[in-house]
């Protein structure tokens, strides 16, 4: 690890532990902790660190290697005893194997690269999953809001409708009615606040924070400005994700992997060309002589050459070249679904956020002709020229504006947010 990936993983990790004291956290603030803190992420960050070891290894191979021996050993007989000692180096360098080992360092290489990839995708899953979850919750605040209105409404329509019912201007079955509208809508105020907590929750255990961590989104306002905003050309979404998606790029990757695997595999018809080398000496101890002398006068050396030439294998490389060949065939077809799954995510994501636009503008227009209808459905109630099931007919069809408007909204920004992602800008609000 260099001294400049050291300083970024130092100064993330300040970052991360500064958030956890804090009190709000804006999406910017869960993503860049989660991309850095996630479980899954720092087991990719491990993959990787293996990859690199592999490659070292690797481009080791094309080094000589170097072993030394030595052995003691008593061997007894009838007559006499005998202790003896073997001394000895060897090397052996291969020198030529049909460029195997360069292929291997290339393959080491790409695989390391290809799990680097593998790491910023995971991490690109985690902000996704992040910001899906934070934008649920925003929506489940805003749905909190409406329904505290509605229940105040609705609280202040059973007053009234209690004085109309103890002067005998209507009836008990029209004053229950009131009654279990009001009750409704509290039922309904309950339920946004049981998902509110639910989605805080999840969004909790997706930063995998502590359980006695007291976690606090920050919650900006979502406005028309972040809706109706311009969209490129669902072309221009698509050949920039081509461009900067790590699954594209791995899968990508995976092709040239198969072609050095196919390349190895048919290395295995040529012939291998070794070096090797030997010194060595030993000494019996009760034999004539000092211990020195006996290693100088056995000392030995040897230095060979060692052909190996593949004659007949039981099929062995033409198997393995015949799989290489389908392994090479698999890699094309997992770049080409790669290309296609991110065709269908960014054609989803674009008629998503272009019908979540038009259904925000045609939600908004339902919404003020619905609070309209209702205003005036709720001052006639008030001078008695509407009876009970028009006022909760009325309420009933403004709450359902204001939810659909809810809904549309926060689609329509989920769409846009991830299509901007897409395109490699940064998810914020």
Not at 231 to 236: A, F, I, N, R
Not at 350 to 355: L, W
Not at 359 to 373: F, G, P, W
């Amino acid at each position: 690890m260099n001294i400049k990936y050291k300083s970024v993983v130092l100064v993330l990790l300040c970052s991360s532990l500064s958030l956890t004291a804090q009190n709000k956290w804006s999406l910017k603030d869960c993503i860049n902790y989660a991309r850095q803190e996630n479980i899954k992420v720092k087991k990719s960050r491990i993959s990787v660190q293996s990859a690199e070891i592999d490659f070292k290894q690797a481009k080791a191979a094309l080094f000589p290697s170097l072993s030394g021996s030595i052995s003691q050993g008593y061997t007894h007989s009838k007559d006499d005893g005998v202790f003896s000692g073997q001394y000895g180096l060897n090397a052996s360098w291969t020198i030529y194997d049909g460029k195997k080992n360069r292929n291997n360092i290339k393959q080491a290489k790409l695989q390391k690269e290809a799990y680097e990839l593998d790491s910023e995708t995971q991490q690109n899953d985690i902000e996704i999953s992040i910001t899906q979850t934070y934008l649920q919750l925003l929506y489940a605040r805003e749905s909190i809001k409406n329904n505290e209105n509605i229940v105040t409404s609705s609280g202040a329509q059973l007053k009234q409708t209690k004085d109309f019912f103890d002067a005998g201007s209507i009836t008990r079955a029209e004053y229950a009615q009131v009654e279990a509208q009001c009750s409704s809508d509290k039922y309904n105020l309950v339920l946004a606040q049981n998902s509110f907590d639910s989605y805080l929750l999840e969004l909790k255990q997706l930063l995998e924070l502590d359980i006695d961590l007291q976690f606090e989104p920050d919650f900006p306002e979502v406005g028309d400005e972040n809706i109706h905003v311009f969209l490129p050309s669902k072309y221009e979404v698509y050949q920039t994700a081509l461009n900067i998606m790590p699954e594209i790029q791995s899968s990508k990757l995976g092709m040239d992997i198969a072609e050095i695997e196919r390349q190895s595999a048919k290395a295995g018809y040529l012939p291998t060309i070794s070096l090797n080398g030997s010194i060595g000496s030993n000494n019996i101890w009760n034999e004539g002589g000092s211990f020195t002398k006996q290693l100088s006068n056995k000392f030995n050396q040897y230095v060979g050459v060692s052909v190996s030439i593949p004659i007949f294998d039981n099929r062995k490389n033409k198997s393995n070249v015949q799989k290489a060949n389908l392994e090479m065939e698999t890699a094309r077809l997992n770049y080409t679904d790669a290309q296609k799954t991110l065709l269908k995510t960014v054609e989803s994501l674009y008629q998503d956020a272009v019908s979540g636009q038009s259904k925000y503008r045609a939600a908004k227009d339902k919404l003020n002709s619905s609070e309209l209808s209702y205003a005036l459905v709720k001052e006639q109630y008030a001078l008695g020229m509407r009876n009970t099931v028009e006022l909760t007919t009325e309420q009933n069809n403004y709450a359902n504006a204001l939810q659909e408007l809810l809904q549309a909204k926060y689609s329509a920004l989920l769409s846009l947010k991830l299509l901007n992602f897409y395109q490699g800008k940064e998810i914020t609000l």
